[in-house]
T-cell receptor, first 113, second 113 residues
Framework: DTGVSQDPRHKITKRGQNVTFRCDPI?????LYWYRQTLGQGPEFLTY????????KSRLLSDRFSAERPKGSFSTLEIQRTEQGDSAMYLC???????????FGSGTQLSVL | GNSVTQMEGPVTLSEEAFLTINCTYT??????LFWYVQYPGEGLQLLLK?????DKGSNKGFEATYRKETTSFHLEKGSVQVSDSAVYFC????????????FGKGTTLSVSS
């Protein structure tokens, strides 16, 4: 059990560029979640997967955001045409199933200049 | 809607002092309640949870009781240590199906020796 891994740890990009983050959950964890956290705030839910199916998306997830989990293992979160307001820590978490505790990764810190 | 309100920090205490971090919630139905902790440089970790009214969650000397009548889930510890310095997040899931966590803004605890 190596924990939830996120890559990269930091990403600096210019406004208008596309970025993609990767999350590797704990193996055999069926559920995978994406959250966003800004300074001084708690994590805000973005979306989650049960295996490869995306079951819920927050209203926060604009059409510039897309997430995939093609084989029910790792997941990617892509942000197109980044804006300065997208600057935040993007957190990934996984759990064995519903009602099981979430294990969080260390996050990807995005800075949009 | 569903929401969590935590006392604002930072909370600054001396070692061995008593800790209370207040948390109240708004939810429809019967939520499950959680406290997560984020130590410096680490990812969020589940500290304790309670899934029904009057349940008491406990871990590492921390306790919280699910109070439906006051919609509260206050975190307490009788004697804090320097190693307890972290950010503490109260959270809920709106129903028993284990869908996405809704977090409070977090309370920073700083313990000095």
């Amino acid at each position: 059990d190596t924990g939830v891994s996120q890559d990269p740890r930091h990403k600096i990009t210019k406004r208008g560029q596309n970025v993609t983050f990767r999350c590797d959950p704990i193996s055999e964890h069926n559920r995978l979640y994406w959250y966003r956290q800004t300074l001084g705030q708690g994590p805000e839910f973005l979306t989650y997967f049960q295996n490869e199916a995306q079951l819920e998306k927050s209203r926060l997830l604009s059409d510039r955001f897309s997430a995939e989990r093609p084989k029910g293992s790792f997941s990617t979160l892509e942000i197109q045409r980044t804006e300065q307001g997208d600057s935040a820590m993007y957190l990934c978490a996984s759990s064995l199933s519903a009602n099981e505790k979430l294990f969080f990764g260390s996050g990807t810190q995005l800075s949009v200049l | 809607g569903n929401s969590v309100t935590q006392m604002e920090g930072p909370v600054t205490l001396s070692e061995e002092a008593f800790l209370t971090i207040n948390c109240t919630y708004t939810a429809t139905g019967y939520p499950s309640l959680f406290w997560y902790v984020q130590y410096p440089g680490e990812g969020l970790q589940l500290l304790l949870k309670a899934t029904k009214a009057d349940d008491k969650g406990s871990n590492k000397g921390f306790e919280a009781t699910y109070r439906k009548e006051t919609t509260s889930f206050h975190l307490e510890k009788g004697s804090v240590q320097v190693s307890d310095s972290a950010v503490y997040f109260c959270a809920l899931t709106p129903n028993q199906a284990g869908t996405a966590l809704i977090f409070g803004k977090g309370t920073t605890l700083s313990v000095s020796s």
